[in-house]
C-alpha cells in the first residue's frame, strides 16, 4: 500500500546542530509534504514538493523531493529550540478519493 | 481569526456515552477531514466531505458518525464511546483535495474515555 516509512523515529540534538530525516515509500507519490506538529496544536505545513528532483527551502528548512518519486528528505539547519516537535512526512493517496496519507514522525528533541 | 476551529479542546467521558465535536473552517475550502492520532502520534484519515458530501469512510466503526451541514463546518459524533476511542481526533480542511496546497489542521480534540 501507500505507506510512509520516517526515519529517525526520534532525534537528540544540540542546539546548533543540523537535523536530517527522511522519509520512504514503496509507491510513487507526486506531492510531498512535510508538517510539523507541536504539543497540543495540529500539523502544521512546512513545504510543499511537487516535481520530483525538487528541492525548495523555508528559512533553515530544506526539503527534497526524491528524483525516484518514493522518497523525500528535510533538513534543518543550525537547529534552535523552538525546532522542537514532531515532524511528519505526507503525500496525497494516487487512487480513489483523494487523501493524505502521513509517515509516522521524527520527534525532534533539542538539548539547549 | 482561526483558520479551522476545533470544540471542545478537551473531552473526558465515561464509557458508553454518546458525544460531539464541532469543527467549522473560515477558509473558504471544500474538502473537510476528519482524522485520529493515536498515543503513539500516528495520524490516520476517518472521513472526509467535500461540499457536504462523504467521499471517503475508511471503515471506520458505525458508531462514528459525521455529519457536514454545509461546507465550512463537519462535526463528529459517537455513540456507547469504548476505552480505544480515547486519542486526540483532529478536523482538517483543504481547497481541491489538498492535491497541491496540502491541509489546514485544527489544533485537536483530546478525547479520553475512562
Known amino acids: 500500500g501507500q505507506q510512509l516509512n520516517q526515519s529517525p523515529q526520534s532525534m537528540f540534538i544540540q542546539e546548533g546542530e543540523d537535523v536530517s530525516m527522511n522519509c520512504t515509500s514503496s509507491s510513487i507519490f507526486n506531492t510531498w509534504l512535510w508538517y510539523k506538529q507541536e504539543p497540543g496544536e495540529g500539523p502544521v505545513l512546512l513545504i510543499a514538493?511537487?516535481?520530483?528532483?525538487e528541492l525548495t527551502s523555508n528559512g533553515r528548512l530544506t526539503a527534497q523531493f526524491g528524483i525516484t518519486r518514493k522518497d523525500s528528505f528535510l533538513n534543518i539547519s543550525a537547529s534552535i529550540p523552538s525546532d522542537v516537535g514532531i515532524y511528519f512526512c505526507a503525500g496525497p493517496r494516487i487512487q480513489g478519493a483523494q487523501k493524505l496519507v502521513f509517515g509516522q514522525g521524527t520527534r525532534l528533541t533539542i538539548n539547549p | 481569526d482561526t483558520a479551522v476551529s476545533q470544540t471542545p479542546k478537551y473531552l473526558v467521558t465515561q464509557m458508553g456515552n454518546d458525544k460531539s465535536i464541532k469543527c467549522e473552517q473560515n477558509l473558504g475550502h471544500d474538502t473537510m477531514y476528519w482524522y485520529k492520532q493515536d498515543s503513539k502520534k500516528f495520524l490516520k484519515i476517518m472521513f472526509s466531505?467535500?461540499?457536504?458530501?462523504?467521499?471517503i469512510n475508511e471503515t471506520v466503526p458505525n458508531r462514528f458518525s459525521p455529519k457536514s451541514p454545509d461546507k465550512a463546518h463537519l462535526n463528529l459524533h459517537i455513540n456507547s464511546l469504548e476505552l480505544g476511542d480515547s486519542a486526540v481526533y483532529f478536523c482538517a480542511s483543504s481547497h481541491d483535495g489538498g492535491r497541491n496546497y496540502g491541509y489546514t489542521f485544527g489544533s485537536g480534540t483530546r478525547l479520553t474515555v475512562v
Open positions: 514538493l511537487y516535481k520530483a528532483g
Open positions: 466531505y467535500n461540499n457536504k458530501e462523504l467521499i
